[in-house]
């Protein structure tokens, strides 16, 4: 990669973060509802019985990545995630998710994905919304290791079923371009390196917001895992 390019690259991913940066915390959280939903509805389509989240303790959706690799550096925006915790009723209403994330090692290029994580594990599950100073959250490394060209997503054989569980009993998916309305988009990425990400998450989002769109993600997810979405249980998380 050519000086010119990586600077034309990191200015682009520069602009990408600002924008981020700039919305307001309601707008943020709205597009990250709908598209939430739209990566959920578009995993199920193509995964179909998948049990994947039967288990689950936990979910986080992560609608919208943004990172620029350029050889041992690594920036990313500051997403907005949204948590569903497993409760007696299914799954609770939606609460919104800080992530820091960073990728340490080799690595190039420009990408923007959509992934989420299941929480496979009690105590894991537990630390999520841990409020303890700071070891507030919870931190999940993964392996980066592969290639995206063009909007094609080299881990689609993996999709349904997450790519590993780490130690701590969380598995990570990246949802391919074509199963969600918003395309993921890349110029081209390698990495051999480890995806590190810090989530922590904050207050329940208000249900009266954004057209019932809280509502709809917490059912829908109770659809797929069999669950009632009956309003009379216990709303607080039951691990």
């Known amino acids: 990669m050519s000086v010119a390019a990586a600077m034309c690259l990191l200015a682009l991913t520069a602009v990408l973060a600002i924008a981020d940066a700039a919305e307001e915390g309601s707008n943020k959280e709205r597009k990250a509802l709908a598209r939430s939903i739209e990566l959920l509805e578009g995993w199920s389509s193509f995964c179909g019985d998948s049990d994947l989240l ?18 041992l550096f690594g920036f990313t925006n500051n997403p907005q995630g949204i948590a569903l915790e497993r409760n007696a009723c299914g799954w609770s209403p939606p609460r919104r998710v800080d ?9 190039a290029g420009l990408e923007t994905s959509r992934l989420f994580f299941v929480f496979q594990d009690s105590v894991s599950a537990g630390a999520l919304t841990s409020s303890d100073g700071d070891e507030a959250g919870v931190s999940i490394k993964m392996p980066d290791v592969g290639a995206s060209v063009l909007m094609l997503d080299t881990d689609l054989l993996n999709v349904c079923q997450g790519l590993g ?6 598995k990570l998916v990246t949802v391919p371009a074509d199963l969600a309305s918003a395309n993921n988009f890349s110029l081209g990425y390698v990495g051999l390196a480890q995806r590190v990400f810090k989530l922590a998450a904050g207050g329940e989002i208000d249900r009266t917001l954004y057209d019932g769109a809280a509502d709809k993600l917490r ?18 998380p039951s691990r």
């Not at 569980?165 to 969380?170: E, I």
């Not at 059912?219 to 607080?236: I, K, M, Q, V």
């Open 165 to 170: 569980t780490n130690s701590d009993g969380v």
């Open 54 to 71: 039967a288990g689950a303790k936990a979910v986080v959706f992560v609608p919208r990545v943004r990172r620029f690799g350029l050889v």
């Open 219 to 236: 059912d829908y997810a109770n659809g797929l895992t069999g669950a009632s979405a009956d309003e009379s249980c216990d709303p607080s």
């Open 99 to 107: 992530v820091d994330m960073r990728t340490d090692g080799l690595q």
